[in-house]
């Protein structure tokens, strides 16, 4: 990166903290995709006069995985599929979705179209964020509650926050302590809003019944980081956004924002 003065960085996956933003005095713009990159340091890059640009109109890949995970939580088929590999047949037992309550943290765009989902197979769903009002959830057909009833009475809870210092750590040992033992918690946001450590704990203590992963608090997910070997949780690879549609839409928008920038005239501009 030290002679750059362009630089595509896809999501968080690099992150531009103020002691590698000062170590490249060429670097002009900085694109990446989405809107929003929680690993820049947008004050840094602003001193230092860097324009950061995003892309838009990104779709509901991340929403799609997301049932994907509950519906693979609910009814074991990861267990179930390593058994047919091993020559075996039922060998387990799931659970019905319909009439259960989801729980989303997080009524954003995301949020909202996996409630309506949720809302197709019948379950009971409710909804709490910092600053989610009454009026927005009954817009979406859902009930607004507080932090702790969402909690509690969740079956599946499933979590579509913006990675922020205020959302860091929002669900912790102590509010998994009010969940109940056989419920499904889902994190397709960004890992380091949940306490995967406190998750692993309950997961091995029988105070959780499952766990869905697609982010962490690391990643690459270290190969011998307990979360591999923890029973009952399904674990995908940061995939939410990596569809062909996605990409296809992306990276066309970055080559824009670049011509756009090389003509004085930058476009999607992230404000810090």
Not at 107 to 123: E, H, I, K, T, Y
Not at 152 to 159: F, G, I, K
Not at 165 to 186: C, F, Q, Y
Not at 194 to 213: H, N, Q, S, T
């Amino acid at each position: 990166l030290a002679g750059s003065e362009i630089v595509a960085a896809m999501r968080e996956r690099t992150p531009f903290p103020r002691s590698l933003v000062e170590r490249l005095p060429n670097l002009k713009l900085l694109n990446t995709t989405g809107m929003r990159n929680a690993s820049f340091d947008l004050a840094a890059l602003r001193d230092r006069g860097v324009v950061v640009c995003g892309t838009q109109g990104g779709g509901l890949d991340t929403a799609e995985l997301t049932w994907g995970l509950i519906i693979g939580a609910a009814r074991r088929i990861a267990e179930d599929h390593r058994s047919m590999r091993e020559g075996l047949w039922q060998t387990r037992i799931g659970n019905r979705l319909e009439g259960k309550t989801l729980g989303v943290l997080g009524l954003g765009r995301l949020g909202s179209a996996v409630a309506r989902v949720g809302l197709a197979f019948d379950m009971k769903v409710i909804a709490w964020s910092p600053n989610l009002t009454a009026e927005r959830a009954a817009a979406v057909g859902v009930e607004r509650v507080d932090k702790e009833m969402l909690l509690r009475q969740s079956d599946v809870l499933s979590v579509h926050m913006v990675l922020s210092p205020r959302s860091r750590g929002l669900v912790g040992r102590n509010d998994i302590a009010l969940m109940k033992t056989t419920a499904i918690l889902v994190n397709t946001s960004r890992g380091p809003i949940v306490d995967v450590y406190a998750v692993i704990e309950a997961l091995e203590a029988g105070r959780l019944g499952y766990a869905a992963f697609d982010v962490y608090d690391r990643e690459p997910l270290p190969a011998d980081h307990p979360l591999r070997r923890t029973p009952n949780v399904l674990l995908t690879p940061h995939i939410g956004y990596v569809t062909e549609e996605n990409y296809r839409s992306s990276y066309p928008q970055i080559v824009e924002n670049i011509v756009a920038f090389l003509d004085s005239h930058p476009v999607r501009v992230i404000q810090g």
